[in-house]
């Protein structure tokens, strides 16, 4: 069962409003990763705790950050920084990318992100198989 964290309701419509203005770097990533792409949902722009993330896979508890510029002004990572460690002490893991990243290097991008798809997706059970019906004999 998948754990639900708390989100403040007063950032849905601030939410919303980045999901209508979304950065070219954050259109290119969302047209790989929505649908299932990825075989995972991710939707976009979600409220979590008190702050919003770009992307989000609820099942995975995986964040995925675009940075722009503005993430590299003065002060900027510092704020970035307290934020994904109150959202990791809730449980989320993060992936970071640049805007840069994203819009010159998407497939590069897209690699990062299934690998850690893969390393938190517990590998998927084997059938167990039956055992062996050899020297075994029926009676009619």
Not at 38 to 48: D, E
């Amino acid at each position: 069962m998948r754990k639900i964290i708390p989100y403040d309701p007063n950032l849905v419509a601030f939410a919303k409003s980045l999901r209508n203005n979304m950065t070219l770097g954050e259109v290119a990533l969302w047209r790989e990763i929505k649908d299932k792409k990825l075989n995972v949902r991710f939707s976009r722009q979600i409220p979590i705790d008190h702050f919003i993330v770009d992307f989000y896979c609820k099942d995975l508890r995986l964040a995925i950050e675009i940075d722009g510029s503005v993430h590299f002004a003065e002060g900027h990572q510092e704020k970035d920084r307290y934020r994904q460690n109150r959202l990791e002490s809730l449980g989320v893991r993060f992936i970071r990318f640049s805007d840069l990243d994203v819009k010159n290097n998407l497939g590069w991008v897209l690699g990062e992100i299934k690998n850690q798809i893969e390393n938190i997706r517990p590998a998927p059970k084997r059938p167990t198989p039956s055992p062996s019906q050899e020297g075994k004999r029926t009676h009619p």
